[in-house]
């Protein structure tokens, strides 16, 4: 609590720097609107997924939650940055990739989906080409965490906001949790609010509706998250968490709360050790990780850890062997009904850019044999 009152105290300190960073941002975003600085469009569809804050509204489960729905009807791609990962440039993920050579997110990806390929490169502008020509046959990119990066024109933007945290009451890095201006939500097909209370009322989905203001043509939906089974990392047997259950929670995500929220209704009793986000866990916090479980006085005990972080603990899978550490999947669920609407519009959105294709390369012959 008193941490917690701290920080914020210290962060409204910084106020005339978040100010400084606002004009930044705005004459970034005037120079791109004005088309002084320029943006590169690309023929083919992608999709970016992104948000207007610093972390935490769950990129990562909505890129997953595409490739489950489109891997099967497209050859679909994906494309990060590869936040902290130990190389740089371009790279498609391999059968010998880790979390430190591509980053903790792609590696997720391709090791839930390895017939998807999933590269990594700092300038999209340049990785896109480069993963054409790696994977030519592939029909559309997800561009991950990159609504910001304005030097690439996606077709369909999907922007991502917290509903305890929405862009609309936020302010600015350093005092608050915003990286791109408000206004530029306007840029988005798709606006998602993430992380509700799976109870949501239609009353309190209109007021936000209300309070974002989306434009005519922009669809705005609701998710929550949805935990999965919960299953050992280097076995994979499921393990049930009950009332009866002390759990260790190893967290090295932005925003890992609706995770604790849900411990707290599921389980005995938990404690948690808190990293930073995309935390490269080191042997020293492999062995507090250890002292700390030692410690925990339950018979009935687990240590349970994200997917993210658990691809950046697979490093030490040889001291892992006994340890019963755990991971736990989320993903977005749909409310009020809206999930075959979603998956719709990013199905049509490729398919019509499709035909479009079509389209236009038979009127372009028609003209060459005249």
């Given at each position: ?153 996606a077709g369909l933007n999907i922007l991502l906001t917290d509903y305890n ?69 280097l076995d994979w047997h499921i393990r049930p968490i009950n009332t009866e259950t002390e759990v ?123």
């Amino acid at each position: 609590m008193f941490s917690s009152l701290f920080l914020k105290s210290f962060r409204l300190l910084l106020f005339p720097f978040a100010l400084v960073y606002w004009l930044i941002i705005n004459i970034r975003n005037w120079l791109f609107n004005k088309n002084i600085l320029k943006s590169s469009s690309f023929g083919m569809p992608l999709i970016c997924i992104g948000n207007l804050s610093v972390g935490g509204t769950g990129k990562s489960p909505m890129v997953e939650y595409l490739l489950e729905h489109l891997k099967d009807k497209f050859r679909v791609a994906t494309l990060s940055r590869g936040y902290k990962r130990k190389t740089k440039g371009y790279a498609l993920a391999n059968e010998t990739s880790t979390a430190l050579e591509i980053g903790d997110e792609p590696m997720q990806f391709h090791l839930k989906f390895p017939d998807v390929p999933v590269a990594v490169g700092e300038e999209r502008m340049w990785a896109i080409p480069q993963l054409l020509h790696d994977r030519p046959g592939t029909q559309a990119i997800i561009l991950d965490d990159a609504f910001q990066h304005r030097s690439i024109k996606a077709g369909l933007n999907i922007l991502l906001t917290d509903y305890n945290n929405l862009f609309t009451r936020d302010f600015y890095l350093p005092t608050g949790d915003l990286r791109d201006l408000k206004s530029s939500y306007k840029r988005a097909e798709i606006i998602v609010v993430t992380k509700c209370d799976a109870a949501l009322t239609a009353v309190e989905r209109d007021k936000v509706i209300a309070e974002i203001g989306p434009l005519p043509g922009q669809s705005i939906y609701f998710t929550t998250l949805e935990y999965g089974p919960v299953y050992h990392l280097l076995d994979w047997h499921i393990r049930p968490i009950n009332t009866e259950t002390e759990v260790l929670l190893v967290s090295g995500i932005a925003n890992p709360e609706p995770l604790q929220r849900m411990l707290e209704t599921r389980c005995d009793s938990y404690s948690m050790l808190q990293y930073s986000d995309h935390h490269i866990f080191s042997i020293d916090d492999l062995n507090d990780i250890k002292k700390k479980f030692a410690g925990m006085q339950a018979e009935n005990k687990m240590i349970l850890t994200t997917e993210k972080d658990a691809v950046r603990l697979l490093k030490f899978r040889s001291q892992l062997n006994g340890m019963p550490l755990y991971v736990i999947p989320v993903r977005h669920k749909f409310l009020f009904e809206q999930a075959d609407e979603f998956k719709g519009k990013a199905t049509d959105f490729i398919s019509n850019f499709k035909q479009q294709a079509i389209d236009y390369g038979k009127e372009k012959l028609e003209k060459e044999k005249r």
